[in-house]
């Protein structure tokens, strides 16, 4: 008899996928199908994984991997299991678990492509489909439990007709390790579950209480830190006590990894460069330490997100960029390696009020200057970023504005793709109003014109000697290319349209 | 490993229990004590909403202001039937904190005049 589950860890298509082995294509799932059918939109960004004859995925999402661990060393019947093949276990389940980062498409960058193209991103209905699926239906009415958890649980506090609808038992807001096996004790003793839980940092999992993860997770995804010591305004993270992994628990999961064939890893955190440091002081001995230890075992690596202030730091104090390049890059198999950023604003003004210790050990007088620096020490390295600049927050002046306009045209020469998302309540604002309610100013749509005239004017170097060589790529890259020329096509359109004249800015 | 959710559920969490649908009054009563909680150290806290039909979920829109104001206590959200107030109130030794403070002074008291 086929094996059958009784707890099914599940999300959607955008993401249960490893986006063909290019982790920044997964970025297109936070936007609606343009130019394109959006069965081809979900191709690009989203293909479907391969999965063994249970519909459990070869890879899947980090956070799904944790839980699964979890209650398999419980002695729980749980597993990963594919949306496409749910049905094979559902008639069976107790418990269905879902997580995203995205649920609503109401996190950036979807928010904003929501806003601006009238279109809800492919996330958002991906995430539908699978919610409206007949066989979670049916299991619903046979008792099924439902919790969802991940990055984006605060959503379904704005969606609270959905969470009702589809049959939401619990909700769990923040790191689950330390709550999920009380609430999955409960659905198995018949009692009632709790509706909400928010995870302060006080109940959040210890090191020793995080396990490594059994099978594969998204393009080698592996945390190396949890939280952050900025406290950025605007960011939940920064809630989270720190938390360093020991090294031999990552070499652990490396090697998990690699054990199931995906040859490569991300390095996971808020702020790369801060692994192993005393607050914002770098430690280079367990960065070059980390960097070792994962090159041996794979053929690619990156990074998640790193801080800005900390790459010009680590270099300029440590020449810690380059020795990384070298260890990255020097044997002659990879050229290059892609991180997320967070420019934010090029206001030092607006830096000082929001992000005060964003630039440390920098003042955060000197914000633009960091960033301008970290690009070009980024561009000499091989580090591709992609990089954000967050519009709208609050007590952003039009002053603040422009100079994040004049930052952009110091960034030009730096090869790098710069996304602009609109301000989303989150960490200690998160009770402030949605920017998207307020009106989009002249300046709002300067600053974000000059982003992808940046963005598009490196993508197609990007795609062409970084992202996409090679005859195997071939149809992504003509995919892709297309699909450039159309924004090209449309953006001068739009531009035409709204005649923008922004003489202060142009100034 | 286990029992940061027993911890939540038990003497370690501030108890408030919310009787009848969340209205605009209720919510800022919660929104102080959540503060105050906050302020006084407090690490978690325990909201048990007594309404008429726990099969509807409308409170929530309220109390998403209140939510998402917090981000230094763990909270949980539970909902029971009116019904079971009495019972509850029975089986308690402590008096929990009760609001909408107005509508019950004397908790069993209360209780009889709500079912009136």
């Known amino acids: 008899m086929t094996e059958r589950f009784e707890i099914i860890l599940t999300t959607d298509r955008t993401m249960m996928t490893n986006h063909h082995g290019k982790e920044f294509l997964g970025f297109m799932a936070t936007g609606p199908p343009i130019g394109m059918p959006e069965h081809l939109w979900m191709w690009i960004c989203a293909p479907k994984v391969k999965v063994d004859e249970l519909g459990r995925p070869w890879q899947a999402p980090y956070a799904l991997r944790k839980l699964e661990t979890l209650l398999q060393d419980k002695g729980y019947s749980a597993a990963v299991i594919d949306p496409d093949y749910l049905h094979l276990h559902l008639k069976h389940a107790k418990i269905l678990m879902l997580s995203h980062h995205d649920y609503f498409a109401l996190c950036p960058p979807s928010s904003e492509w929501w806003l601006i193209t009238k279109k809800e991103p492919v996330n958002a209905r991906s995430f539908r489909r699978l919610m409206e699926k007949p066989e979670i239906g049916e299991a619903k009415k046979r008792g099924l439990k439902i919790i969802a958890g991940g990055p984006a649980a605060w959503q379904w506090l704005y969606r609270v007709n959905l969470w009702k609808k589809w049959g939401i038992d619990t909700v769990v807001d923040g790191e689950g390790e330390r709550i999920v096996l009380d609430l999955v004790e409960k659905v198995y003793s018949g009692e009632p579950l709790p509706r909400y839980i928010f995870v302060g940092p006080s109940d959040v999992p210890r090191i020793e209480e995080i396990p490594a993860i059994k099978y594969a997770s998204v393009n080698g995804l592996i945390e190396i830190m949890r939280g952050c010591p900025r406290g950025c305004r605007f960011c939940s993270v920064t809630l989270r006590p720190l938390r360093h992994m020991p090294l031999d628990l990552i070499e652990k999961e490396i090697q998990v990894n690699v054990g199931c064939g995906v040859d490569g890893v991300i390095l996971h955190s808020e702020d790369v460069l801060l692994y192993g440091a005393k607050g914002i002081r770098l430690n280079p001995d367990a960065l070059i330490k980390l960097h070792v230890m994962a090159r041996r075992?794979?053929?690619?690596?990156?990074?998640?997100?790193?801080?800005?202030?900390?790459?010009?730091?680590?270099?300029?104090?440590?020449?810690?960029?380059?020795?990384?390049?070298?260890?990255?890059?020097?044997?002659?198999?990879?050229?290059?390696?892609?991180?997320?950023?967070?420019?934010?604003?090029?206001?030092?003004?607006?830096?000082?009020?929001?992000?005060?210790?964003?630039?440390?050990?920098?003042?955060?007088?000197?914000?633009?200057?960091?960033?301008?620096?970290?690009?070009?020490?980024?561009?000499?390295?091989?580090?591709?970023?992609?990089?954000?600049?967050?519009?709208?927050?609050?007590?952003?002046?039009?002053?603040?504005?422009?100079?994040?306009?004049?930052?952009?045209?110091?960034?030009?020469?730096?090869?790098?793709?710069?996304?602009?998302?609109?301000?989303?309540?989150?960490?200690?604002?998160?009770?402030?109003?949605?920017?998207?309610?307020?009106?989009?100013?002249?300046?709002?749509?300067?600053?974000?014109?000059?982003?992808?005239?940046?963005?598009?004017?490196?993508?197609?170097?990007?795609?062409?000697?970084?992202?996409?060589?090679?005859?195997?790529?071939?149809?992504?890259?003509?995919?892709l290319k297309v699909f450039l020329r159309y924004v090209k096509r449309k953006a001068r359109s739009v531009e035409r349209q709204l005649e923008v004249e922004l003489p202060v800015i142009r100034a | 490993m286990e029992g940061a959710l027993a911890a939540l559920l038990a003497k370690e969490a501030e108890e408030v229990w919310v009787l009848g649908d969340a209205g605009k009054a209720m919510v800022e009563e919660l929104r102080e004590l959540l503060i105050k909680a906050a302020r006084s150290g407090k690490k978690r806290m325990r909201l048990i909403f007594y309404l008429d039909d726990p099969r509807r979920l409308d409170y929530l829109n309220l109390l998403r202001a209140v939510l998402v104001e917090n981000t230094s206590m763990s909270i949980i959200v539970e909902e029971k039937p009116r019904k079971a107030l009495e019972h509850d109130l029975k089986n308690r030794k402590e008096r929990p904190r009760i609001i909408p403070r107005e509508v019950i002074s004397d908790p069993l008291k209360g209780v009889d005049d709500l079912n009136d």
């Not at chain 1, 050229?335 to 003004?349: A, L, M, Q, R």
């Not at chain 1, 920098?362 to 519009?391: K, Q, S």
């Not at chain 1, 998207?436 to 000697?465: F, G, N, P, Q, Y």
Request: aromatic share 10%; hydrophobic share 45%.
């Open chain 1, 297 to 479: 075992y794979v053929g690619k690596m990156a990074w998640s997100h790193a801080s800005l202030a900390a790459i010009k730091n680590a270099e300029e104090e440590h020449h810690l960029i380059s020795r990384i390049s070298e260890i990255v890059c020097g044997r002659g198999d990879q050229d290059y390696w892609g991180v997320e950023v967070g420019i934010e604003t090029g206001s030092p003004e607006l830096a000082k009020k929001i992000m005060p210790a964003k630039s440390a050990p920098y003042p955060a007088e000197m914000w633009p200057e960091v960033v301008e620096d970290a690009f070009r020490i980024m561009h000499e390295n091989g580090i591709i970023p992609a990089a954000t600049i967050i519009l709208g927050l609050p007590e952003e002046t039009p002053d603040d504005l422009v100079k994040t306009a004049e930052l952009l045209d110091r960034l030009s020469d730096y090869r790098s793709l710069i996304v602009p998302m609109f301000f989303v309540p989150m960490g200690v604002l998160k009770d402030r109003n949605w920017f998207t309610t307020v009106k989009v100013k002249d300046e709002h749509i300067e600053v974000m014109r000059r982003c992808l005239w940046h963005s598009l004017k490196w993508a197609e170097e990007i795609i062409d000697k970084f992202y996409l060589k090679g005859a195997s790529s071939y149809p992504l890259k003509l995919m």
